[in-house]
């Protein structure tokens, strides 16, 4: 059964630093992984999505990483801004079946 | 292009109640997908429907059934309310299974 874990459970930190956020997974036969921001109440918003071939994403201030072989994602987010904070959630696809499973997210804070 | 779209946006029912939850899938997309979001937590599988079929289903009761129309539209609906059942409701639609998935903006669902 895959399980998604995600560290820390919250941060909060300063405007401007660079941060990192980790997600473990424990059965590397995923099909891709993906980060999602999601703003309180809100849906979900889709920032990268990284296939199992694939080692990095990059969008604009964003960087998602995968190593597959030890079940692990970052999401590197460069010169943090308050209007990042919100909570950060992977999910993988796991291959052969057809969900999404997520991690519990990194609810992310960032102060002025 | 039209996004994923849900409704009702609340919902209060009281225990026992019966409730159906409406989802709209972006256009050209064929598959939706289920999810409950408990307070804190990740989203959670309920179940997957593709060209008006169900192709897989979390560990969810019977008591959540589904509903895929000829336009690719769904319905989630939930028997028996019980108050554990209170949670954002997620849709997300798809081209095909296992796809990147779009997610709409919920159905935040109290029971008293």
């Known amino acids: 059964k895959q399980e998604v874990t995600q560290i820390p459970a919250a941060l909060s930190v300063p405007e401007g630093e660079n941060l990192v956020l980790n997600c473990s997974f424990t059965d590397s036969a995923i099909y891709n992984l993906q980060w999602f921001r999601q703003d309180p109440g809100k849906g979900l918003t889709s920032l990268l999505l990284i296939q199992s071939s694939q080692r990095e994403q990059t969008s604009g201030r964003l960087n998602a990483s995968l190593d597959k072989s030890s079940g692990r994602s970052t999401l590197y987010i460069a010169a943090s801004q308050p209007g990042d904070s919100a909570t950060y959630l992977c999910?993988?696809?796991?291959?052969?079946?057809?969900?999404?499973?997520f991690g519990q997210g990194t609810r992310l804070t960032i102060n002025p | 292009e039209t996004g994923v779209t849900q409704s009702p946006t609340h919902l209060i029912k009281t225990r026992g109640q019966q409730v159906t939850l409406r989802c709209s899938s972006q256009s050209g997309h064929n598959t939706v997908s289920w999810y409950q979001q408990a307070l804190g937590q990740g989203p959670q599988f309920i179940f997957q429907y593709y060209r008006e079929e169900e192709n897989g289903r979390g560990n969810f009761p019977p008591r959540f059934s589904g509903l895929q129309f000829p336009n690719y539209s769904s319905e989630l609906n939930v028997n028996a309310l019980e108050l554990d059942d209170s949670a954002l409701y997620l849709c997300?639609?798809?081209?095909?299974?296992?796809?990147?998935?779009?997610f709409g903006p919920g159905t935040r669902l109290l029971v008293l």
């Open positions: 997300a639609s798809s081209l095909g299974g296992q796809e990147t998935q779009y």
């Open positions: 999910a993988v696809s796991v291959s052969g079946a057809q969900k999404l499973v």
